[in-house]
């Protein structure tokens, strides 16, 4: 053993975390005698931080904003939406990033219960029928249950009030005022300074404008499945740690731990966070809501080829991810990007110029087809239109069998890549 050669060791001061050193021979019983209460109680400190601090996070930006990916247009994310389960999304009247935002947020209810309206707050009150209680200029969010159907506007011919009697549902609306999240933020810092002032506490808990359409879904979860039990005693004990008035109210304090955890919100506390992450729709779940075949703005895919598949070699595989990483990229591999590409039949799929996900040991076809892919995106040559995404996709697929002996594709990799390259190209004969 190295004690039994070395005259000295190093420790470290707990109080002041200086090292120092010590006799080789001593052992941390002996050291730890010799302490004084000062420093043991600095160690004791020491030691209870080590262990509430959270694990360290690796680098994946996926992780953290779940497999979402933002469309690019506020017609792209309507499609989205409707893909979600929303009758009828109006995002025309709201900025992109408003609509994004309500389409993740509505990712996270459990897929019965998603709203069959989501939009602007004014077209809200149009579909409804009615106005809201409230103004537009007094609230950021609105969720309303519409019992007898949607309107849709008046026939300019005949006059007559169009209607959708099916359409019965949750409704949620963000403000016609204050309708993206910038301004949420502006005017919530303004209003919960006022609030200080007056009461000598904060009204609300959240101040990022993004949690907003969060704080609505959380609402309609409520309102459909009820708050679970435990939580409104939790609820109460939270409202007196964090002294924000809005959490007096049960349904608040709900809508927004909802709003927090989804937003990330560091200040929301576990014992709250633990009932939202129970209620919230697992992103796995989603997989089936998505497919490869019909592409509308949700990255390049590679087709999972059933078994046969030569995983590339490691050190092969590393060097690649370096060398992506340096250019400003990253390509995550974990367990949660597994398997929602597995859900999808997918190897691999490449969002834009810097995000490529892949499954654990991929094959090289895949690895050389999400680069492709990148240094499309990377050269605007992929925009939102299916068109553009099939035609970079039988450029890849040509790529790919032209050098597929430099690649080292395996036979059974050149065969599916041939018969991918067929079906985009009479895909593409199908567009015209
Ligand atoms: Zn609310």
């Given at each position: 053993m190295a004690d039994a050669i070395s005259k000295t060791r190093i420790a470290r001061?707990?109080?002041?975390?200086k090292n120092y050193k010590v006799d080789g021979d001593m052992t941390f019983e002996e050291w730890k005698a010799g302490l004084s209460d000062e420093q043991r109680a600095a160690m004791k400190a020491n030691v209870k931080a080590a262990r509430t601090k959270p694990a360290k996070t690796v680098d994946n930006p996926v992780k953290k904003q779940s497999i979402f990916v933002p469309a690019k247009t506020v017609n792209e994310a309507e499609k989205y939406a409707e893909k979600l389960g929303v009758k009828y999304p109006e995002y025309n009247k709201l900025p992109l990033d408003t609509a994004n935002e309500l389409n993740r947020a509505l990712e996270t209810l459990p897929k019965d219960i998603r709203p069959v309206f989501v939009g602007d707050s004014k077209t809200l009150e149009e579909y409804y029928g009615s106005k809201l209680p409230r103004t537009s200029n007094h609230y950021y969010g609105v969720h309303i249950e519409s019992l007898d159907g949607m309107r849709l506007g008046?026939?300019?011919?005949?006059?007559m009030m169009k209607y959708d009697a099916e359409a019965y549902g949750h409704m949620v609306g963000i403000s016609s005022k204050y309708n993206s999240p910038q301004k949420i933020a502006a005017n919530k810092a303004e209003e919960q300074a006022r609030y200080i002032k007056q009461h000598g506490n904060r009204y609300?808990?959240?101040?990022?404008?993004?949690s907003t359409p969060y704080h609505e879904m959380g609402h309609v979860y409520a309102d459909k499945k009820g708050i679970p039990t435990g939580f409104e005693e939790d609820a109460k004990k939270w409202y007196r740690e964090a002294q924000a008035d809005m959490l007096k109210s049960t349904g608040e304090a709900w809508a927004e731990a909802w709003g927090a955890y989804h937003t990330g919100n560091k200040e929301l506390p576990d014992y709250i966070a633990k009932y939202i992450e129970n209620a919230t729709q697992k992103p796995i779940a989603k997989s089936d809501e998505r497919d490869i075949i019909d592409m509308w703005g949700e990255g390049m895919y590679r087709k999972h080829t059933e078994g046969k598949i030569e995983p590339m070699p490691k050190k092969q595989l590393n060097k690649i991810v370096k060398g992506f990483k340096k250019q400003g990229g990253v390509i995550v591999m974990n367990d949660e990007v597994t398997a929602h590409l597995k859900a999808n039949s997918a190897e691999g799929v490449t969002w834009d110029a810097k995000t490529i996900l892949l499954t654990k040991n991929p094959g090289r076809g895949a690895v050389f087809e999400e680069l492709i892919h990148a240094t499309q995106f990377r050269q605007g040559k992929i925009d939102a239109t299916p068109r553009s995404r099939i035609i970079c996709e039988i450029e890849a697929q040509e790529k790919l069998i032209k050098y597929s002996k430099a690649y080292k594709l395996t036979d059974y990799e050149v065969e599916q890549t041939k018969k991918a390259l067929e079906e985009y190209k009479s895909a593409l004969r199908n567009l015209d």
């Open positions: 001061d707990p109080k002041t975390g008046r026939d300019p011919i005949t006059g609300f808990f959240n101040m990022d404008g993004t």
